[in-house]
């Protein structure tokens, strides 16, 4: 071990500052280089894919050392960051090296949750850092988006909290999560985990990082009383901040409690299987990878037609948080509908929102004080655009005026007699023009990139600035002068004026003519053949000429920094007019895909309703080429509490469920629906539950999660809820499968909390059953046609129950051998004629089976079959297994 004197006093400066961030990879800048060391070296290395070389750090000592150029550090940041590392960013400060070496400071520790760099960020999604507490029986929730300055915190209870949890966490999707260590977070949770030991997030400490930042005397005013977790989850995530990236903590200047209560509740699995914001992984690989799915055929791929970020963010939240306020569902839908009748309206304001640039984030910026010069160019080019954003707006929403104009609109609220439905939304619409003012006043037409470039400012804005330009101009133009004028005067025709960087400007004269010299010359130096000299005059504009830039640049930092400041003043009218610009946008594309697609305005309503007419399912309506998607209704009737659903494979049992639960949601969320025409009464929770498919969960106890599920709803269901099971018991035996579908069926129907609207398709005929022994059951299935002997899915609903299943005309379909259908359906028919015994095919009357030797295998499997039990898909997966056994070694 070497002693620390052996080592040099940079490599010692690398320790100290390397024990206080022993988690993270320490970038430590070194000129233009960022160099990591030892154990974090060989992780980048290997990482990166950059070369792994060593440093000597000491008497024969030597230390690994892989190096990235500082001007590349966003890409390869993104790439750790992606991985899962934190990144601590060392930077050197200070102007001068003292005792040789620079000082240096880790000034950010760059965490998946806490980025601020434009290309790291998803454009189109919030960027979330949260943070979960759990004790007992309750969790506080904490969450904050350091690029747009969201920050809220909530609390859940209940018996069954995990699931809560997770709904929360596949609501918001966090990039990151802190929690105290041993906490183990539900499985399947998105983003990167960061632990944290436990009494970092002790009430006192909390508490205290809570009203430190906000320099408040009680955490009441902001909801917390009461929510001891919610406060040590939000002190949490202060505390962490405080840590990685303290400089936007100026962003966050308030802290919002909200209540589950607020928005329909949709847990993990129901989001997952609705397939809301992405598509469900269909591959193995995609599993096992973590890929997320896409956006493209989500129900978030067909609504979102939003044109500015804001609106694309904006539209995401509402997606995954639909409304229970009929109230506010309902001004949203005002909203939309404003922008679906008036169709110049809505291109006209979708044109105008196009060029805007990304105002939260921007103003965010310059709050968190790294706004660049280019930021404000974009900050301003977007405020000029503002007037015509408005332009195309209603009439009733004339009173936007200069200034945050609340009061104006107010104004001619009251006057006109009926306000615009847009008015709620242009209300906290400013033009910001005193904004726009400074910008105009300040900045140059075109500055460059960052600071260190001079042109930031324009001229005429500051007469210091000014004043320091227009001398170093003067003198810059006095030296270039000089030589004429001195030759003139002194009459000597050979003088010249040269430059060097050890006396600055001189004015050279040959031995020959340094009789002619004038008195105020100082000589300076004496050549082999010429004398050098200064003049006092020469030095001062050679001063102003040397120092005009650095003082430009100082005092161009100075009022860029001014404006900065002057600008964050406005930050709440900045963010309120960028939110409001968010919902223009997402109002006006809900209504452009309602017009595409021929939604309707569903209405929504506090009775316990859901009539919907000709509904359509919204993704499944896009994807079918060159067939017609076929509508279908779904009324409950008075008492009508469970609908079963039969129908063979592939007639679209599932769309149809999925397509009502979409309807509700959207109707929630206030948009327009795919239907003819809907009445639907505000829904509390949608549940979901599809049964074993097999691609979607490789590789889990596929019967346990559909089980753990199913009893989720058994708990958290109510009257109001609206429950969609696609094939539930599916993942056992047969025997099991159609008892825990029927026990459930009943239960819902007959306890009294329960009795939720349900729509349940099943593939057991058993159950069809029910609906003769249970009012509030009633039987669907979907109609199939047979022509010449070969079937056809007509996709409608219609009700009754099916009489036949089909499941051997979809393995005809599927191209199964003729003769293998040809005998599957003599077998069905044999068991068929003695269904409701559990008989088996009786070994002594083999006259059916004739066709085979006493020998053969599939008699023997034949007989172990309990043909009662099995359901056409098994059967038909008895059908490819005998094939391929069978048919194929007959082929051979
Ligand atoms: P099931 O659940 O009964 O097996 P699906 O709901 O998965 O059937 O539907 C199978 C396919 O049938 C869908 O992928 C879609 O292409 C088509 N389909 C379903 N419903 C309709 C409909 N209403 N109109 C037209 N095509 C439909
Ligand atoms: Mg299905």
């Known amino acids: 071990m070497p002693t620390t004197d052996d080592i040099t006093p940079i490599r010692k400066q690398y320790l100290e500052i390397k024990r206080q961030y022993p988690d993270a990879i320490l970038f430590f800048r070194l000129g233009d280089f960022y160099e990591t060391f030892d154990q974090d070296a060989e992780t980048a290395a290997r990482e990166l894919d950059i070369v792994l070389t060593s440093r000597p750090i000491g008497k024969g000592l030597r230390a690994p050392l892989a190096g990235i150029p500082y001007h590349a550090v966003e890409n390869y940041l993104a790439r750790l960051i992606d991985k899962g590392y934190h990144v601590a960013i060392c930077e050197q400060v200070g102007e001068e090296p003292v005792k040789g070496i620079f000082s240096r400071k880790v000034i950010r520790v760059v965490t998946p949750g806490t980025l601020v760099e434009p290309g790291l960020l998803p454009g189109d999604a919030n960027n979330y850092l949260a943070c979960i507490v759990v004790e007992e029986e309750r969790a506080g929730v904490a969450y904050v988006d350091i690029t747009t300055g969201e920050f809220a915190a909530t609390e859940l209870a209940g018996d069954d909290l995990a699931t809560a949890l997770r709904a929360e966490l596949a609501r918001l999707r966090p990039a990151e999560i802190l929690h105290p260590e041993g906490l183990r977070l539900p499985e399947g949770t998105p983003g990167h985990s960061t632990t944290w030991p436990a009494w970092r997030f002790e009430p006192g400490r909390s508490q205290e990082a809570l009203l430190r930042h906000f320099q408040a005397g009680s955490l009441d005013g902001f909801g917390l009383r009461g929510l001891p977790l919610a406060a040590r989850a939000a002190g949490g995530i202060l505390q962490y901040l405080t840590e990685t990236q303290a400089a936007a903590m100026s962003l966050l200047t308030s802290l919002s409690t909200y209540s589950q209560t607020d928005f329909m509740i949709l847990d993990a699995a129901t989001r997952r299987n609705l397939e809301l914001t992405e598509t469900i992984r269909l591959t193995a690989e995609g599993a096992a990878s973590g890929e997320r799915g896409r956006v493209k055929g989500s129900l978030l791929g067909v609504l979102d037609t939003t044109v500015s970020p804001m609106g694309k963010r904006l539209v995401r939240q509402w997606v995954s948080k639909p409304l229970l306020d009929v109230g506010r569902i309902r001004q949203r839908q005002e909203g939309v509908r404003a922008f679906f009748e008036n169709g110049m309206m809505r291109a006209g304001l979708r044109q105008a929102l196009r060029p805007l640039a990304d105002l939260e984030r921007l103003t965010n910026r310059i709050v968190g004080g790294t706004a660049l010069p280019r930021d404000l160019a974009a900050l301003r080019e977007t405020l000029r655009k503002l007037p015509g954003v408005v332009e195309g707006l209603e009439t009733g929403d004339k009173g936007i005026g200069d200034r945050g104009s609340v009061t104006s609109v107010q104004l001619s609220k009251s006057e006109s007699l009926s306000p615009s439905p847009l008015s709620p939304v242009t209300m906290s619409l400013s033009l910001c023009q005193d904004e726009l003012a400074i910008l105009e006043a300040a900045l140059a037409d075109e500055p460059p990139a ?443």
């Open 450 to 892: 960052t600071l260190a470039t001079v042109g930031v400012i324009r001229p005429g804005y500051s007469a210091e600035l000014d004043g320091v330009v227009e001398r170093s101009r003067h003198a810059r133009e006095w030296i270039a002068n000089l030589e004429p004028a001195e030759r003139e005067r002194t009459g000597i025709r050979s003088l010249k004026v040269g430059y060097n960087k050890v006396f600055g400007y001189y004015i050279e004269i040959s031995h020959a003519n340094t009789g002619l010299v004038p008195p105020e010359y100082i000589r300076k130096q004496t050549l082999v053949n010429a004398e050098r000299y200064i003049t006092p005059e020469m030095k001062e504009y050679e001063t102003l000429v040397l120092n005009a830039e650095e003082r430009i640049r100082e005092i161009e930092e100075r009022l860029f920094r001014e404006v900065c400041a002057q600008l964050a003043k406005s930050a709440p009218v900045l963010l309120a007019t960028a939110r409001a610009i968010a919902e223009l946008d997402v109002l006006a594309g809900l209504a452009e895909t309602a017009a595409l697609n021929g939604y309707i305005c569903p209405q929504v309503v506090e009775e316990d309703v859901l009539d919907i007419r000709d509904g359509r399912h919204p993704v499944v309506e896009q994807s079918l080429r060159g067939e017609r998607f076929v509508p279908n209704d779904t009324i409950f009737e008075a008492g009508e509490r469970i609908r079963v659903l039969t129908g063979p494979n592939m007639s679209g049992k599932s769309t149809f469920l999925r397509q009502v639960a979409l309807i509700a949601l959207m109707a929630q969320m206030g948009s327009f629906v795919p239907a003819a025409a809907a009445r639907i009464g505000v829904v509390d929770r949608i549940f979901t539950r599809i049964g074993a498919q097999d691609d979607i969960y490789a590789g889990q106890s596929t019967f346990m999660v559909e089980m753990v599920e199913t009893a989720n709803i058994l708990h958290h269901a109510t009257s109001r809820s609206l429950l969609v099971l696609d094939e539930i018991g599916r993942g056992t035996s047969t025997y099991d499968g159609v008892s825990i579908a029927w026990a459930v069926v009943e239960y819902l129907h007959n306890h009294p909390r329960l009795r939720s609207k349900t729509l349940f398709a099943t593939h057991y005929h058993e159950l069809t059953q029910l609906a003769d022994l249970l009012p509030g059951v009633r039987n669907y299935n979907v109609a199939v046609s047979e022509v010449e002997g070969r079937v056809v899915f007509l996709h409608k609903i219609v009700e009754g129950g099916a009489d036949r299943s089909y499941g051997i005309h979809v393995g005809q379909l599927a191209g199964l051998p003729r003769p293998v259908v040809q005998r599957a359906g003599e077998i069905l028919h044999q068991l068929e004629k003695s269904s409701g015994k559990a008989v088996k095919i009786d070994p002594e009357s083999p006259r059916q089976l004739a066709l085979f030797p006493e020998t053969n295998p599939l008699i023997d499997e034949l007989k172990e079959i309990d043909v009662n039990t099995l359901s056409p898909i098994e059967a038909l997966n008895k059908l490819y297994e005998w094939k391929r056994k069978y048919v194929k070694k007959e082929e051979d």
